[in-house]
């Protein structure tokens, strides 16, 4: 199935498996490769040495292309950047606008630049940049997300800007990929359904409790990092959601204590990226302290297996999914009912070479 994406990137299938924290490791995102798409490794909960040694082994994995998301507002940033080019690495994504340095270094070195986006604003500011193609998420994603739908937000950034639009939040099947198509996408990125598959490292017990969920089983929260954050109902969030503001910024400073000791970080490095990603987000200071509270409390659950104790990120499209396919069985899927829902439609014809296919 070739589009604008597959083109671009030199991969087989339009399908992108999206850079989450403590789940998108070596072994997820080889695999995601190996089936035809594009696996991107989440560099945020990793030190500067595990991301080296995570490229490495995706490379021992696989030999096809792969990306690497990275925080655009990390102290380290430009050394990151500076990781990729040395490494090879083929793309290099951004949950939030990168830099206009940053996206200029890695384009110098060859290095396919796809930030993710929210608002069409964020969509235009980053083509001028140079941006190769952008990730749009609407509101029924997991994680960080905004109040748009997706169905409202893709054609208004496919609209608005002249490169590959990747489509996400709200996707799980073939039918999604052939809407998305549809709408003028050159493919579809998904976070929770690969989150739910056999070469996924969350335990076995967390995804069984993912699985257990209905289409009303997330809600949107900024209790976990004072942004809105959509995740599981479970009586954790709810704890939270009840808890007052003192309560909420004394967990999450001694949860920044616990991340600093498990990645070695140094205090001075800690503050330098909160005060990066307020300026970035523009947050307030308790907001900064609570975002430090959430790579342990998804750590607690996406790692640990504690579903008492961890938050768990997840789009709505948890409510749809019932199995735990491999990565290869998910992409072929995908594809095939992709094919079959367009030869479906009244009329159909084989698509030419346009901005999305």
């Not at 396919?112 to 952008?134: F, I, N, Q, T, Y």
């Not at 709408?183 to 998904?190: L, Q």
Request: with cysteine; proline share 4%; net charge positive.
């Amino acid at each position: 199935m070739e589009t604008a994406l597959t083109r671009l990137v030199g991969i087989r299938y339009p399908v992108v498996q999206t850079g989450m924290g403590w789940v998108a490791g070596p072994r997820l995102v080889s695999a995601v490769a190996a089936a035809g798409g594009l696996g991107i490794l989440a560099s945020a909960t990793m030190s500067f040495e595990e991301l080296r040694a995570a490229i490495r082994e995706t490379r021992a994995r696989t030999g096809e292309p792969f990306g690497v998301n990275l925080r655009a507002d990390a102290a380290d940033a430009a050394d990151r950047v500076a990781l990729l080019l040395d490494e090879g690495v083929r793309v290099a994504s951004f949950a939030l606008a990168p830099k206009e340095s940053l996206v200029a270094r890695l384009k110098e070195g060859g290095v396919l630049v796809v930030p993710s986006v929210g608002a069409v604003r964020h969509a235009e500011k980053v083509v001028a940049w140079g941006a190769d193609a952008v990730v749009v998420q609407g509101g029924e994603g997991g994680g960080h997300t905004g109040q748009v739908a997706t169905t409202l937000l893709l054609p208004a950034v496919v609209d608005a800007v002249d490169i590959p639009v990747v489509a996400a939040g709200g996707f799980y099947d073939g039918r999604g990929l052939a809407a998305a198509l549809a709408y003028g996408a050159a493919g579809v990125a998904m976070g929770t359904r690969f989150l739910l598959t056999e070469e996924s490292t969350v335990p076995r017990a967390v995804k069984e409790a993912y699985l257990s969920h209905d289409l009303t089983g997330t809600v949107v929260t900024t209790r976990v990092d004072g942004v809105p954050h959509r995740v599981l109902r479970t009586d954790l969030v709810a704890a939270l959601e009840r808890s007052g503001r003192v309560g909420s910024l004394a967990r999450a400073l001694a949860n920044a204590v616990r991340f600093r000791r498990l990645t070695g970080l140094s205090w001075p490095t800690l503050v330098r990226d909160g005060l990066a990603m307020r300026r970035a987000r523009g947050l307030t200071l308790a907001q900064v302290v609570m975002a430090a509270n959430t790579p342990m409390l998804l750590r607690a659950g996406l790692v640990q297996g504690r579903t008492d104790t961890g938050v768990l990120a997840a789009g709505q499209v948890v409510g749809a999914l019932r199995d735990l396919p491999t990565c290869a069985e998910l992409v072929e899927r995908v594809v095939a009912e992709a094919e079959e829902a367009i030869a479906r439609l009244p009329g159909a014809r084989p698509q030419g070479p346009g901005r999305g296919l």
